[in-house]
């Protein structure tokens, strides 16, 4: 046959590009089974994941790269077990993002703000942005081997995507669940819009707190007031004292002056004053503050803004009017102190709300909004996942999913902003509103065609609460909605869990009647080796395209998985990366062997009969990693159902590298020179490599193709080709390895096998202590008891791997008298016998024995206490005659050794 040898090392530079172009090409990343086909077949079950959409300017962080991996892995799974697989793609419009980037870009290259740019010409300039540079996260995105379906991608400002926006403001609105008006919000003075409150953070800051007097009418009697914001003093509407606090109440019901302004505000009394906190008496804004609005709502107080969009002082704040809010809080404070109305200034630790994208301190601002009415979707919300037609992965999150949306406030949709989903509403002269799914021609209440549209765009959130069904075709019943719908993961990391599972959640009970998902899989941040937050302050960011370039794709994500449980957070560190791209090499090498002797075979045909129907027994060794491997299948499948990934990685690279490559692949280099179990072991090696191959898969997928592509190769010019009649031409659509129930040989091949290695072991860590060589071949005499079958049909095996002379090994039942000038060894009841005469320094030896006596000692000690206890009453009886095995194995040992050092 035609030698086909890999080259020594994996180069994945010229692989991955390739190998994906190859994939994308071959349409494997499509569903088999599609709905739009003729040949379509509704009984197949669909698995569909829909991306979480990336913002569409942004560029790959490692937090990319851990949700790709993890879906890559979920769908490749599911894909390699039969299901038609979909994992849809797509990006997010992300308004205040985006817009963000735009407007710093007018700024910096042609020194021009939006405002002078205007509405229309703005938003092409976005469109402009969005084209130039919008693909760059997707090209990325396909860089980590993202078996996505391209020809299904979205974008939550496309034409469909956007009907189903419109659609679902309207039917909202009709329901009576969208309204409009007054309401306190968070306003970010940077960005000059509305943020809600997930994307407000707050950090503990030192600030000055301003001790102040709220003079009494008529009177020069003062109630001691403290705030840290003493520009909003300017928005005061009333003093609030408990209503039995003794140093107070007899003032409430009676006046007080605004200062500066001379404002007559009342004194009220009011339970949610703390008599305790600060000096007992509130001065009351409901126009800046949610808990003074709360108050307000209460008496019946007016409320007043002093604060326009910029944060500047608008005309209710006289004539501090148009001053920055730092300014005027300078100023009037240096007014008050002229006006002898200042007590003192202190420091003080508080929390500051500060915009998550501006950064800037965020103000609690009265403002005319659009809101959704949130009770009802946070009940059917609710009872989703009580009712367990929802699953949280993992669990512990329910409870932070249950106490937000128990709490759940109205949600301001409403944004001041130019990019994005403008609301369908539009007014006419008279200010009547026109709601409409369509761009109205006219008013709907009074005809007139002069109408203009609402100026506001809707929250992101808004539209990517309505991915999963909307990237389908909803409001459409598209043949895609009909089959892939609802979807079955949404996978995406904990810290978003309100901002946007739980509005897809809601979503899609509203419009569509269903979950639209089964399981909600939570990843943890990605946090550097320490455990730090990565970030660029501290420079200890991964820039996973720079690893990949180093390393390679697969390396890096199976870093990811493997270092990975549900919702724990993640540390990596490139050497991480470094070992991995090692275990990718790994797979390559024992791929370059497994290849070899495939290649090694005579394809004539009587030769493989003769050879076949001569060969030995299965061998020992043979039947061990048959045992291993099934074993391993059994605890991968168990893992994945558990969502438990990062646990089946590691199983499945400890199998490759130590029971396939260190152990098994050694001694198949001694079966292979024998003619007569040449071919079954050849067989063994290309069955063993094969699963291990399809197991890895989804975790590292292009270096498993790329060898999978030539084990293949070499098979189908093989006497063993009737091993891969059945398989896929690629390794991305073959079977995933199926769980077989344990058979009764298993368990015993493993055990006898790990006694051979134990034994192996023992001489091999020996020889390395004593310092001698791996080529000096040494005699041995072995006391096997009634092992001793097992080691008689072992001893090849055990002298190739640990160096001895097998024409000078000797095994026996037992020995009458123990070798004179021998080193002993014991495993369990097994003695060995080693003539190190002369290579063995004798004070060392005994020093060793000691130390073996007095570990065994340690061991019986701490079982007889164990057995002499409540342990031997209470325990079950197997567990309790397990133990007492092992003290009787340990006596044993001891004995040995007691005999050896005589």
């Given at each position: 046959m035609t030698k086909k040898e890999l080259p020594k090392a994996y180069d994945f530079k010229s692989t991955e590009a390739r190998i994906y172009a190859m994939w994308e090409a071959g349409g494997f990343f499509k569903p088999h089974n599609d709905p739009n086909n003729a040949n379509f077949d509704p009984n197949v079950k669909p698995f569909v994941i829909a991306i979480p959409p990336p913002n569409v300017t942004g560029e790959l962080h490692i937090g990319h790269a851990m949700f790709v991996s993890v879906e890559d892995l979920m769908i490749r799974y599911h894909r390699m077990k039969g299901y038609s697989a979909l994992w849809i793609p797509g990006t997010d419009h992300a308004g205040i993002a985006t817009q963000l980037m735009v407007e710093r870009d007018l700024l910096k290259n042609e020194e021009v703000t939006r405002?002078?740019?205007?509405?229309?010409?703005?938003?092409?300039?976005?469109?402009?942005?969005?084209?130039?540079?919008?693909?760059?996260?997707?090209?990325?995105?396909?860089?980590?081997?993202?078996?996505?379906?391209?020809?299904?991608e979205r974008f939550t400002l496309d034409d469909g995507l956007s009907t189903a926006v419109r659609e679902a403001f309207v039917r909202l609105y009709e329901k009576g669940l969208i309204y409009r008006g007054p309401r306190l919000i968070n306003w970010s003075p940077g960005l000059k819009t509305a943020v809600s409150d997930l994307e407000v953070e707050y950090s503990e800051e030192d600030v000055q707190l301003y001790y102040f007097k709220y003079k009494l009418k008529d009177s020069d009697e003062f109630i001691p007031v403290a705030t840290i914001r003493p520009e909003t003093i300017l928005g005061d509407t009333a003093v609030a004292v408990h209503p039995e606090d003794e140093r107070y109440k007899k003032y409430i019901g009676k006046t007080v002056?605004?200062?500066?302004?001379?404002?007559?505000?009342?004194?009220?009394?009011?339970?949610?004053?703390?008599?305790?906190?600060?000096?007992?008496?509130?001065?009351?804004?409901?126009?800046?503050?949610?808990?003074?609005?709360?108050?307000?709502?209460?008496h019946n107080l007016p409320i007043i803004s002093v604060l326009d969009v910029e944060a500047k002082i608008n005309a209710n704040g006289g004539k501090y009017q148009l001053q920055d809010r730092y300014e005027a809080r300078k100023n009037l404070w240096s007014d008050m102190k002229d006006a002898n109305l200042t007590i003192k200034t202190e420091n003080y630790r508080t929390t500051i709300p500060?915009?998550?994208?501006?950064?800037?301190?965020?103000?609690?601002?009265?403002?005319?909004?659009?809101?959704?009415?949130?009770?009802?979707?946070?009940?059917?919300?609710?009872?989703?996942?009580?009712?367990?037609?929802?699953?949280?992965?993992?669990?512990?999150?329910?409870k932070t999913y249950f106490n937000w949306l128990e709490n759940i406030k109205d949600w301001c949709i409403s944004r001041q902003l130019w990019w994005?989903?403008?609301?369908?509403?539009?007014?006419?002269?008279?200010?009547?509103?026109?709601?409409?799914?369509?761009?109205?021609?006219?008013?709907?209440?009074?005809?007139?065609?002069?109408?203009?549209?609402?100026?506001?765009?809707?929250?992101?959130?808004?539209?990517?609460?309505?991915?999963?069904?909307?990237?389908?075709?909803?409001?459409?019943?598209?043949?895609?909605?009909?089959?892939?719908?609802?979807?079955?993961?949404?996978?995406?990391?904990?810290?978003?869990?309100?901002?946007?599972?739980a509005r897809m959640i809601m979503m899609g009970l509203e419009f569509t009647n269903e979950a639209p998902f089964h399981t909600v899989y939570l990843h943890g941040l990605v946090r550097d080796e320490q455990g730090r937050k990565m970030s660029k302050t501290t420079g200890n960011v991964i820039d996973p395209l720079i690893v990949m370039d180093e390393f390679g794709t697969d390396a890096l994500r199976f870093t990811l998985l493997v270092g990975s449980t549900p919702g724990n957070d993640t540390n990596v560190g490139v050497k991480k990366v470094e070992s991995n791209r090692n275990f990718a090499n790994k797979i390559w090498n024992a791929g370059r062997f497994v290849i070899n002797a495939i290649e090694s075979l005579e394809v004539n045909k009587e030769t493989s009969t003769q050879v076949t129907r001569n060969a030995q027994p299965v061998s020992l060794a043979d039947q061990w990693i048959q045992a291993k491997l099934n074993k391993l299948i059994r605890n991968v499948e168990r893992q994945f159902q558990n969502f438990q990934y990062g646990q089946a990685g590691a199983e499945i690279y400890e199998f490759i590298w130590s029971d396939f490559a260190d152990w098994y692949v050694e001694i198949a280099k001694g079966q292979m020179q024998n003619a007569e179990s040449k071919m079954q072991t050849v067989e063994m090696l290309a069955k063993v490599f094969d699963t291990c191959l399809r197991l890895l898969h989804p975790f590292t997928p292009f270096v498993t193709e790329e060898v999978w592509g030539h084990l293949h190769s070499a098979l189908r010019e093989s006497s063993l080709s009737n091993l891969c009649k059945d398989w896929t031409q690629v390794l991305i659509v073959a079977k995933f390895p199926e769980p077989t129930d344990e058979e009764s040989w298993e368990a015993k091949s493993i055990a006898d096998f790990e006694l051979i290695q134990e034994v192996i072991r023992s001489i091999r860590n020996l020889r390395a202590e004593k310092g001698i060589a791996p080529s000096k071949k040494i005699p041995a005499t072995i006391s096997a008891g009634d092992k001793l079958d097992l080691i008689s049909n072992q001893i090849s095996v055990i002298a190739s791997l640990s160096g001895l002379d097998q024409s000078q090994v000797t095994s026996l039942k037992s020995l009458a008298e123990k070798p004179s000038d021998s080193t002993a060894l014991i495993v369990g009841s097994i003695e060995i016998y080693l003539p190190l005469a002369g290579m063995v320094d004798v004070a060392n030896e005994k020093a060793r024995l000691e130390k073996e006596l007095k570990e065994a000692e340690s061991h019986i000690t701490r079982l007889e206490n164990l057995l002499n206890g409540d342990f031997a009453n209470k325990a079950p009886a197997a567990l309790v005659q397990k133990e007492k095995d092992k003290l009787a194995g340990y006596k044993d040992t001891a004995e040995k050794i007691k005999a050896q050092l005589k």
């Open positions: 405002e002078e740019l205007g509405r229309e010409e703005f938003e092409k300039r976005t469109w402009e942005w969005k084209r130039k540079y919008g693909n760059i996260i997707t090209t990325q995105i396909r860089r980590l081997g993202a078996s996505c379906d391209w020809d299904r002056i605004v200062p500066i302004l001379n404002r007559e505000i009342p004194v009220i009394g009011d339970d949610y004053v703390s008599m305790e906190f600060g000096t007992g008496a509130l001065k009351i804004t409901p126009g800046h503050d949610p808990n003074d609005y709360a108050i307000a709502q209460r500060r915009s998550q994208r501006g950064g800037e301190i965020v103000e609690p601002m009265i403002s005319e909004q659009w809101f959704v009415k949130m009770e009802s979707l946070a009940n059917a919300g609710l009872e989703a996942v009580r009712n367990e037609k929802i699953k949280i992965v993992p669990e512990r999150f329910e994005g989903h403008r609301i369908p509403v539009w007014y006419c002269k008279e200010n009547h509103m026109t709601v409409a799914r369509e761009d109205p021609t006219q008013c709907a209440t009074c005809g007139s065609k002069e109408i203009r549209q609402d100026d506001d765009v809707l929250d992101t959130w808004f539209s990517s609460g309505l991915w999963p069904f909307s990237t389908l075709g909803w409001p459409q019943q598209t043949a895609d909605l009909k089959y892939f719908y609802p979807t079955s993961y949404m996978e995406t990391g904990y810290d978003i869990i309100f901002f946007w599972v």
